[in-house]
Nanobody, 128 residues
Framework: QVHLVESGGGLVQAGGSLRLSCLAT????????VGWFRQGPGKERECVAS?????????WYADSVKGRFTVSRDNDKNLVYLQMNSLKSEDTAVYFC????????????????????WGQGTQVTVSS
């Protein structure tokens, strides 16, 4: 397993932007597929974005964030980002990144059970 640390959360007005970062401690981070999940108040945890290992060529987005969120990775820095634009009040949640080793660079995961490593989460609050 790899240790993950999220950062970048905060309070933002509706329509604003935030960029979340997920920092990993493993030097072989390029072999990990990474997912971004969120859990809002009284809601179940859901996957909002996912990126394949290595070059991150393959990505997936939940319909609720498609066109507004962008996931990317910088393997040299052991980082995966979630750029969030046009934020809405319903985006308010604790955001988590999760990772698993995947040597197939053309596959991503969206189910929480597929991931073995999780960060502690970062709070995103969008005020209307």
């Amino acid at each position: 397993q790899v240790h993950l640390v999220e950062s970048g959360g905060g309070l933002v007005q509706a329509g604003g932007s935030l960029r979340l970062s997920c920092l990993a401690t493993d030097r072989t981070f390029e072999t990990y597929a990474v997912g971004w999940f969120r859990q809002g108040p009284g809601k179940e945890r859901e996957c909002v974005a996912s990126i394949a290992s290595f070059f991150g060529t393959y990505t997936w987005y939940a319909d609720s964030v498609k066109g507004r969120f962008t996931v990317s990775r910088d393997n040299d820095k052991n980082l995966v980002y979630l750029q969030m634009n046009s934020l809405k009040s319903e985006d308010t949640a604790v955001y988590f990144c999760a990772a698993r080793v995947t040597f197939a660079g053309d596959f991503y995961y969206t189910e929480s059970e597929a991931f073995g490593s999780w960060g502690q989460g970062t709070q995103v609050t969008v005020s209307s």
